[in-house]
């Protein structure tokens, strides 16, 4: 249901560029320290010269370009299902809530400074607890991305779908929310490194638009939806005559998209 950054990208983005070719540097030394000359400049040239001609291969047409996995090729939008699944023929016929959640670690271990990981442990209990009961709770899904205007992106921003500003103050005051928050007011002086921020946004229905052209699933489109009889259904309708032309198709049990992942013009 969500699309949060994985830990291999959040360890790549927690240093800078200059802290990996240092890194790389130093493990190039050691291959000339412990290998004979003539084999220690083997692994860099061979790694380059593989990255090198794959990437001639893939701009040529020879080899299928693994950037395009997952890309929907043509216009899409992305539409708030209502309470029974269904979709309307209006973009934006549902009024939509959004709560957006950032965090970021001013410190010099970035994203392993004391507190961050601890931080991140009980909001994603808090996503998760929303995950188990969302007709209840409003939860229509949830992004995130790691960014940052330094040259290390210790920083992370998740984007909450909700249905109504009611469902909000619902999760304000929910257990999970609650015990995230008393262990932040007891924590607060210790891990003054630590940055939390969140803005919060009321949409009603005709006032909010999203359009994709050869996009992936990201933002409003990667979320699904619970429908009656526990199916799972893409938000994702054809656009490309500029209005909504059908519903979003099913999807498994689990959460996979199954053979008809998306919505198609009728």
Known sequence: MNELSSPPQSIRDNFSLSTWLLLGATIQSLLFLLLPTRFSLAPAVLILTYRTAD??????GLRKNPYLGGVIHGKFTAQIPDRQGGFSKETSNEGICIFMVGARANHPLGMFAPGFKELGDFFRGMVQQLEKNPEESGFLGASSWAGSDRTSSNET????????????HAFAHSPAHRAGLAWWNARIAAIPHVAIMHEVYQNPS?????????YHLTGLA???????????VSPVVGARRGG?????GGTGEDGGYGDGPYAHEE
């Open 244 to 248: 909504v032309r059908s519903g979003a």
């Open 157 to 168: 921003t998740t984007v909450i779908y909700f249905r109504s500003l009611s469902h909000i």
């Open 222 to 232: 990667a979320t699904t939806y619970r429908a009656p009889g526990e199916k799972w």
């Open 206 to 214: 005709a006032g909010w638009e999203n359009i994709y052209i050869n």
């Open 55 to 60: 990437a001639l291969l893939m701009a040529s």
